[in-house]
């Protein structure tokens, strides 16, 4: 009995995914993560954070250094160095801020704003704001 046991305890081989399969999903995959509006005048509507401290003088994902006095941003689609209008929703105050970065890397946010953007809109934390791309 005990080697009957072993027998059916014994690891599975992992299925492999046919090469096909990979060839269809892998495209429509990329289109959907590609669906955030890149043209100007297109917006989103989502929570923003912004971040900063300890980050300092490290360099962002356009190879220039973090200032969190300068008005930049992470997104996570919009191309480097793309000019976006970010308006906190809830005070109707507005600030235009250059993609310099990637992320938020939090569920459930559409921008991570630099902590002189944040100021400019009177976040305190997180906000629920409208991006609007202009170039």
Do not use: C
């Not at 992992?14 to 399969?21: M, T």
């Not at 480097?80 to 600030?95: C, D, E, F, H, S």
């Amino acid at each position: 009995m005990h080697e009957r046991q072993q027998r059916h305890t014994a690891p599975r081989r992992p299925r492999r995914v046919p090469a096909g399969l990979l060839s269809l999903v892998l495209p429509v995959a990329l289109a959907l993560a590609a669906a955030v509006p890149l043209e100007a005048g297109a917006a989103q509507v989502g929570k923003a954070s912004w971040y900063g401290p300890g980050l300092h003088g490290k360099k962002t994902a356009s190879g220039e250094r973090f200032n969190p006095q300068r008005l930049t941003a992470a997104h996570r689609r919009l191309p480097l160095g793309t000019q976006a209008r970010v308006t906190n929703l809830k005070n109707g105050k507005t600030v235009t801020v250059t993609i310099n970065d990637r992320g938020p890397h939090r569920g459930g946010r559409i921008i991570d704003l630099s902590r002189a953007a944040a100021q400019r809109l009177s976040m305190d934390g997180v906000a629920r704001v409208r991006v609007e791309v202009l170039n």
